[in-house]
């Protein structure tokens, strides 16, 4: 068994939507980013990766190429998937948590579940999400970005 640990953090802007765990939120700011923008599929990205010692996002995807402007990140997640299984490696199980002040995620978690699940070909019961504030405290506070966090165990 294997655990990694992902990190992902984006700018709150206007004029983009607000992606997560490949589920569109309605909200008046969207994640300023390459991609997409979904710091949750990112965030588990780089865990996968990590537990794998496989690097991270960045090397796989970087931004410094036009082939990935815009993508969907629920395509990078596949490619993701496709790597460990080719290492012989599946998800055990993996927890993420959103940081966000607004909007409130309650309502999303259960689609978002089922994406990840999909596009790593397990069961939703193996993927936890859950979100918090930080109280108002921070750039989260001031609603100025969105921070996520990921752990994955694979074996």
């Known amino acids: 068994m294997r655990i990694g640990h992902g990190y992902d953090a984006h700018a709150l802007v206007s004029d983009r939507p607000l992606i997560l765990g490949g589920v569109t939120i309605p909200h008046d700011k969207g994640l300023a980013a390459h991609s997409d923008g979904d710091a949750v599929i990112h965030a588990l990205c780089d865990a996968l990766l990590g537990a794998a010692a ?16 815009n993508v969907d990140s629920r395509i990078l997640l596949r490619h993701v998937a496709g790597l460990l299984a080719d290492r012989g490696y599946r998800l055990c199980n993996a927890d993420v948590t959103i940081l ?8 999303h978690i259960e689609s978002m579940r089922t994406n ?3 596009d790593l070909a ?31 165990l694979i074996a």
């Open 100 to 107: 966000a002040q607004a909007p409130k995620m309650a309502p």
């Open 122 to 152: 397990t069961e939703p019961d193996n993927l936890n999400i859950k979100a918090s504030t930080t109280e108002g405290m921070g750039f989260i506070g001031r609603r100025e970005g969105i921070v996520v966090y990921a752990v994955a």
């Open 54 to 69: 496989l690097g991270d996002i960045g090397q796989h995807f970087p931004d410094t190429s036009a082939d990935y402007e």
């Open 116 to 118: 990840l699940a999909t």
